[in-house]
């Protein structure tokens, strides 16, 4: 029998290309900032999105944490959708870590703008928590990965800098959002005094993130990421395997979305399906008759591991271990259920 897993993007394996590239990296201690393939990836990444400066971290969770501790002091605000994996799904960090309150919106799909942005900013009030800092995320991940294109971005960018917030920007996949807007990369700079980029999503890398910012900003980043118990020695072997990923499988995201959009296109067809959510990147979330969970235990006795958010809900995510082979088995497992 055939497995299928569809549970995340994060179980890729590396390629026999990226094995490759990370046998023969150049490494040294990062701590001491001498890992040669550490300072290129991300040098390489600032450079993509019109970034001074970048650090590779361990995960997208530490990316996110040290960019709200960066961008706030203890007693503010930050205002982020009401799914945003940085409040849902970062352990509660952003209390923790740095003692700052969430201002949740409900935005459509996990999409905000200016003017939902705008009335939630708090005044110079002692009674009122300072707001700081806003947090978007792209795509939106329990929004069904829903994009933000740039043109929807500019005038948050807009309203944050005439009020003097700082614009945060969780891009666990923002490839998958820019192979599907259209929008380059570079042009992610002016708007965006951090973004965090995830390498172990899409992307197929092992481990890591990169977060990007000004020289100023990833200077104390560096710091804190010491703080956060996340300084590497030769990590290097990552970093290779992470710039393989930008270098080999940006490109190929598309073939992602194209299978996300047949999945979701069949299971529309199929009478135990209730909805579909428009799929835009490489995340299908749809509804079912009767419970997820009941539902995904029936995949898996088929082979086809999915995932379940919600009572109703089901998860599928497409990725570049999942082959157009594993789509047509999938679709007939759908048709049969
Ligand atoms: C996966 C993810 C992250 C980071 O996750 P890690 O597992 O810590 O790397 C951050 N934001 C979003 C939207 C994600 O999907």
Redesign the pocket.
């Known amino acids: 029998m055939m497995t299928v897993d569809f549970r995340s993007d ?1 179980v890729t394996k590396p390629t026999p290309g990226m094995l490759e590239a990370m046998w023969s990296a150049k490494v040294g201690d990062d701590v001491f900032g001498e890992d040669e393939s550490i300072n290129e990836l991300e040098a390489k990444a600032a450079a993509m999105f019109g970034m001074e400066a970048g650090i590779f971290c361990p ?3 530490m990316t ?1 944490q040290i960019a709200i501790k960066c961008f706030t002091q203890p007693l503010d605000e930050l205002i982020a959708d009401q799914t945003a ?1 940085v409040y849902r799904y970062e352990g509660g960090g952003i209390a923790f870590n740095s003692a700052v309150s969430a201002r949740l919106l409900n935005g459509e799909r996990g999409i905000l703008t200016a003017e939902m942005i705008e009335p939630e900013i708090n005044a110079e009030n002692i009674h009122y928590p300072h707001t700081s800092l806003v947090v978007l ?1 792209n795509t939106v ?1 329990k929004g069904g990965g829903k994009c933000y294109s740039l043109e929807q971005i500019a005038p948050i960018a807009q309203l944050c800098k005439a009020r003097g917030l700082k614009l945060h920007l ?1 891009g ?2 923002i490839f998958n959002a820019l192979a599907h807007t259209g929008d380059n990369a570079v042009d992610y700079g002016q708007h965006f005094d951090g973004i965090s980029v ?1 390498l ?2 899409g992307l197929g890398a092992p481990v890591g ?1 990169v977060l990007l910012g000004n020289k100023a900003t990833i200077k104390y980043a560096r710091r804190l990421r010491k703080v956060f118990g996340g300084g590497m020695r030769q990590a290097g072997f990552l970093a290779a395997a992470a710039t393989y990923a930008l270098d080999h499988h940006v490109e190929r995201l598309k073939i992602d979305h194209k299978h996300a959009q047949i999945l979701a296109d069949e299971l529309a067809q199929c009478a135990w399906v209730t909805s579909v959510m428009p799929t835009e990147t490489n995340i299908v979330l749809f509804d079912t008759e009767g419970p997820a969970d009941v539902v995904v235990a029936k995949l898996l006795e088929k082979g086809i591991k999915a995932g379940y958010t919600d009572t109703k809900r089901i998860r599928l995510v497409t990725h570049l271990d999942i082959h157009p082979e594993q789509i047509e088995y999938a679709v007939s497992v759908f048709k049969s259920l």
């Open positions: 994060t995960s997208g969770t996110n994996h995320e991940n969780d666990a996949r995830c172990s999503k993130s």
